[in-house]
């Protein structure tokens, strides 16, 4: 029995070491993507390629004709997009050439670690805001060196409104706590078992 629980513990003290060490190696494998302001300060921007599920694009696209024509598509995409009220469509943003890459407005090739630069083709006051710290979120605490999120961290490049949700109710009363007396009562009482005892006549 105490040689099942020994081992049992030696176990998980190994799973835990391991799963220590996965988490220390998996932020040694984040490379920033290195951004300047137009005057020049340094910004560093957390990487997207990572976290996508079809990258990279061309392991299926090599064998697929391009076909630039507005549509419905089918699996494996997104049916519909529901960004630029039909005025923009897949190509606007993803390079029909290097199926890896996406374009921006000039039809240059932009890495997808660097999308924002692709919005910023028609968001630029928005991309403005972002890059010196009015739209956005910072990473990390206010010292040290500025890592910020990419657009599509919180906006879905294909579905960019923020949904609206619903708010969390509000924290429960919390019971039993000792209340403090009050100076002409005798026992203390909440506002709600004041109003039920007041006698309004
Ligand atoms: C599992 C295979 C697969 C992968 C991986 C894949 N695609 Fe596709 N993609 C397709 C298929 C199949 C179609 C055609 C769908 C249709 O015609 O309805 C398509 C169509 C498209 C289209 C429409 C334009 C065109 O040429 O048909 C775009 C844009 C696109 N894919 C972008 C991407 C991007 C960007 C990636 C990588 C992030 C990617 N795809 C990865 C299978 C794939
Ligand atoms: C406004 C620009 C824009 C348009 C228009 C657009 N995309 Fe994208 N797409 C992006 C960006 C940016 C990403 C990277 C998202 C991220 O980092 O999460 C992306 C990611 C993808 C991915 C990879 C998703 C994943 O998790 O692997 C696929 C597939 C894709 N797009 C297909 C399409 C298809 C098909 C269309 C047209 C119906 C389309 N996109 C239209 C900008 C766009
Ligand atoms: C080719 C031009 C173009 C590009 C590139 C583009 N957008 Fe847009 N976007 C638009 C237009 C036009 C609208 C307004 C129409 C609409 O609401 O869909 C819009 C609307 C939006 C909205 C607001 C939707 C709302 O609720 O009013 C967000 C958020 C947004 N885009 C985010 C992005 C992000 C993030 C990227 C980069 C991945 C991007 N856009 C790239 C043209 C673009
Ligand atoms: C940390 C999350 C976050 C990041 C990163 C971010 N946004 Fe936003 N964005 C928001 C939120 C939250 C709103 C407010 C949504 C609202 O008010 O409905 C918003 C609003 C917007 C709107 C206006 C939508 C409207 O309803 O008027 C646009 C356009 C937009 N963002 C574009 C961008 C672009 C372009 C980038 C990158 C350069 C970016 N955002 C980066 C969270 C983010």
Redesign the pocket.
Known sequence: MTLFAGSALLLWAGLVVWSVSLAQSEAEAVELVRNTTPDGAEFWVMPRKSE?T??P?A???KL?P??PEVRK??S??PSELDHGDERIW??TC?DIED?NTLTNLLGESVDFDRAAEVCASCHMQRHQDWMFGGHGKRRGDWQGERVIYSCPQCHDPHTPTIKPRAPKPPPPVRKGLARPLHPEAEEYLSVWERLESDDHD
């Open positions: 996508l079809y990258y694009c392991q299926c696209h697929i391009p076909n598509l089918f494996p995409h897949c190509l993803h199926r």
